[in-house]
Nanobody
Framework: QVQLVESGGGLVQPGGSLRLSCAAS????????MRWDRQVPGKERELVAT???????NYADSVKGRFTISRDNAKNTVYLQMNSLKPEDTAVYYC???????????WGQGTQVTVSS
C-alpha cells in the first residue's frame, strides 16, 4: 500500500533545532515532488517546503533561511531540518505528495512540533 510516515517531532525551546523524517513506501518515490505542510488548530494547512526529484527546493517566506528540506532517494525518505525555531512554528507537520488519479494527494499522519520555553 502507498504510505507516508512522519517522525522526529517533539518539544523544543525557542532557538532550538529539530529534524523531521518522512518514510515513503508503495510508490516510485524518486520521481515525485515531495512537500512538507503544517497546520495549527483552527487555521488552514499551509505549505512549508517542497523538493523536486532533482533536488530543487522552495520555501515559505516564514521559514526561509531557517528550514532545509532534503531527500535521500536510496532510503525513500524526505527530511525537514528546522533550526532557530520560534513559538509560531508550533504545529502538526505533514509530509505529502500528489499521486496520479484516482489516488490524488497522499498525506502522512503528521508529527507534532511544539516550540515553548
Amino acid at each position: 500500500q502507498v504510505q507516508l510516515v512522519e517522525s522526529g517531532g517533539g518539544l523544543v525551546q525557542p532557538g532550538g533545532s529539530l529534524r523531521l523524517s518522512c518514510a515513503a513506501s508503495g510508490f516510485t518515490f524518486s520521481t515525485y515532488v515531495m512537500r512538507w505542510d503544517r497546520q495549527v488548530p483552527g487555521k488552514e494547512r499551509e505549505l512549508v517546503a517542497t523538493i523536486t526529484r532533482g533536488g530543487t527546493t522552495n520555501y515559505a517566506d516564514s521559514v526561509k533561511g531557517r528550514f532545509t528540506i532534503s531527500r535521500d532517494n536510496a532510503k525513500n525518505t524526505v527530511y525537514l531540518q528546522m533550526n532557530s525555531l520560534k513559538p509560531e512554528d508550533t504545529a502538526v507537520y505533514y509530509c505529502n505528495t500528489n499521486l496520479p488519479f484516482p489516488r490524488g494527494r497522499l498525506w502522512g499522519q503528521g508529527t507534532q512540533v511544539t516550540v515553548s520555553s
